[in-house]
């Protein structure tokens, strides 16, 4: 299992909406989807909860910590702050 | 929730823990000794644990390092059961970086070092605000941070779960490592508040 | 942020409904009932009958009156059981005859 994104990539979070195709079980939190931020570091490699939560086999995927500036995901935030998530690899592609 | 028959969130919750306590005897998968011990265990932990860890780090630039690079064994280094918890995520504040641990989708929380989570933190208004309004939560513990100090909003949605390492307060050169872990507060290590 | 997503209800980061909210700060000690059912999940989970992962999915999918209705643990036990009776751990009838036989 390689992690492919490196530290200080800018990455895109995908602009996907599985909720709206079924049950689902999904951790990337919809004020993301579609947002592009920059890769910190490899967390490590786990179990993918989106199927883990269904009770069945589970790939294992790459988890990073990413940084996204606060505006503009947010208006009310302050510029300059930042808001810093887990999210597997599926959900990223490059910027 | 889709079960024919019983309406699992409309039944009285009392009566459903007593069906399951009983169902889950009969079967051998949680004896009431089991479910005592695990409460004794839980309730061992609390943010005090923490507190040490926070003291040691700011004590011990080697602690420091370690409880940055892999919390989890810091915290079985000074004997805090982590029984096959999640891995523990240690976040350095620095003066120009202050920050504020959040669950949006659930509650996320290191709780074989904390302990449980406080109410405020599972609370729908606290999981709304924290990503989107950070200073203003903060405001709500009367909590200003210094300028040019950014919040760093850390929102717990993996394997990980996060504590803060917050900034030793100013004049506490003098104070030991246990009066030094007197002053850490559970707000403390989730970033509401800052020491003092 | 335009929020017109369908986003799922559970997934509250800036909610509108909830993000002006004041804090409740006051400390609201667990119950017992509290502690029995994280006891359960966690014997569960060490057993490996039921994940924090499938714990979470039970939790997401109570009807969003319901989820915001019931007490944290409470929804906690709503999934627990859920969970038990979906991976067939105990049985529906089992769940109602115990059901019937407490006060």
Request: proline share 9%; with cysteine.
């Given at each position: 299992?390689?992690?492919?994104?490196a530290?200080g990539?800018l990455v895109?979070?995908r602009?996907?909406w599985?909720?709206?195709?079924g049950?689902?079980h999904?951790?990337?939190?919809h004020y993301l989807?579609?947002?592009?931020?920059?890769v910190?570091r490899?967390l490590?490699d786990?179990?993918n909860p989106?199927?883990?939560?269904?009770?069945?086999?589970?790939?294992?995927?790459?988890?990073?910590?990413?940084l996204?500036?606060?505006?503009?995901?947010?208006h009310?935030?302050?510029a300059g702050?930042e808001?810093l998530?887990?999210?597997?690899?599926p959900?990223?592609?490059?910027? | 929730?889709?079960?024919?028959?019983?309406?699992?969130?409309s039944l009285?919750p009392e009566?459903?823990l007593?069906?399951?306590?009983a169902?889950?005897?009969?079967?051998?998968?949680a004896?009431?000794?089991?479910?005592a011990?695990?409460?004794?265990?839980?309730d061992?932990?609390?943010?005090a644990q923490?507190?040490?860890?926070?003291?040691?780090a700011w004590?011990d630039?080697?602690?420091?390092a370690l409880?940055?690079?892999?919390?989890?064994?810091?915290?079985l280094?000074?004997g805090i059961p982590?029984r096959?918890a999640?891995p523990l995520?240690?976040l350095?504040?620095?003066p120009a970086l202050?920050?504020?641990v959040?669950?949006t989708?659930?509650s996320?929380?290191?709780?074989?070092?904390?302990g449980?989570?406080?109410?405020?933190?599972?609370?729908?208004?606290?999981r709304?605000?924290?990503?989107?309004?950070?200073?203003?939560?903060?405001a709500?513990w009367?909590?200003?941070l210094?300028?040019?100090?950014?919040i760093?909003v850390v929102?717990?949605?993996a394997?990980?779960r996060?504590m803060?390492?917050?900034?030793r307060?100013?004049?506490?050169?003098e104070?030991?490592?246990v009066?030094l872990a007197?002053?850490v507060?559970?707000?403390?290590?989730?970033?509401?508040t800052l020491?003092? | 942020?335009?929020?017109?997503t369908?986003?799922?209800?559970?997934?509250?980061g800036?909610?509108p409904?909830?993000f002006c909210?004041?804090i409740?700060k006051e400390a609201?000690a667990?119950t017992?009932?509290d502690?029995e059912v994280?006891a359960?999940?966690q014997?569960?989970?060490a057993k490996?009958i039921?994940?924090?992962?499938e714990?979470?999915r039970?939790?997401?999918?109570l009807p969003e009156?319901?989820?915001?209705?019931?007490s944290y643990y409470?929804?906690?036990l709503?999934?627990?059981a859920?969970?038990?009776?979906a991976?067939?751990?105990i049985?529906?009838?089992e769940?109602?005859a115990?059901?019937?036989s407490?006060?």
């Amino acid at each position: 299992m390689t992690a492919r994104l490196a530290p200080g990539a800018l990455v895109r979070v995908r602009d996907d909406w599985p909720e709206t195709r079924g049950k689902v079980h999904i951790r990337t939190p919809h004020y993301l989807r579609g947002r592009t931020g920059r890769v910190v570091r490899h967390l490590g490699d786990f179990p993918n909860p989106e199927d883990l939560a269904f009770a069945r086999p589970a790939r294992i995927l790459p988890l990073y910590h990413v940084l996204f500036d606060q505006p503009p995901i947010w208006h009310e935030g302050s510029a300059g702050d930042e808001i810093l998530v887990e999210i597997y690899e599926p959900w990223l592609s490059p910027a | 929730m889709a079960e024919p028959g019983l309406n699992l969130p409309s039944l009285p919750p009392e009566r459903l823990l007593g069906a399951l306590r009983a169902l889950l005897a009969a079967k051998g998968l949680a004896s009431p000794a089991e479910i005592a011990e695990r409460i004794a265990a839980t309730d061992a932990a609390s943010p005090a644990q923490g507190a040490r860890m926070v003291a040691k780090a700011w004590t011990d630039p080697d602690y420091r390092a370690l409880m940055l690079a892999d919390g989890t064994e810091a915290a079985l280094s000074l004997g805090i059961p982590m029984r096959g918890a999640p891995p523990l995520g240690v976040l350095e504040d620095t003066p120009a970086l202050h920050h504020l641990v959040c669950c949006t989708l659930c509650s996320c929380y290191p709780r074989a070092v904390l302990g449980y989570p406080p109410f405020w933190y599972k609370s729908a208004g606290y999981r709304a605000r924290a990503v989107r309004d950070p200073r203003g939560l903060l405001a709500e513990w009367g909590t200003v941070l210094p300028p040019g100090t950014k919040i760093r909003v850390v929102d717990s949605t993996a394997d990980y779960r996060w504590m803060v390492l917050p900034l030793r307060p100013a004049g506490t050169a003098e104070l030991s490592e246990v009066a030094l872990a007197a002053l850490v507060r559970e707000t403390d290590m989730i970033g509401v508040t800052l020491p003092m | 942020m335009d929020l017109e997503t369908p986003r799922a209800h559970h997934d509250l980061g800036g909610a509108p409904k909830y993000f002006c909210q004041g804090i409740d700060k006051e400390a609201h000690a667990l119950t017992d009932f509290d502690k029995e059912v994280d006891a359960i999940r966690q014997a569960l989970g060490a057993k490996k009958i039921m994940t924090v992962d499938e714990l979470r999915r039970g939790i997401e999918s109570l009807p969003e009156a319901d989820y915001h209705r019931l007490s944290y643990y409470q929804r906690w036990l709503c999934s627990i059981a859920d969970n038990l009776l979906a991976r067939g751990v105990i049985t529906e009838a089992e769940l109602a005859a115990a059901l019937a036989s407490e006060p």
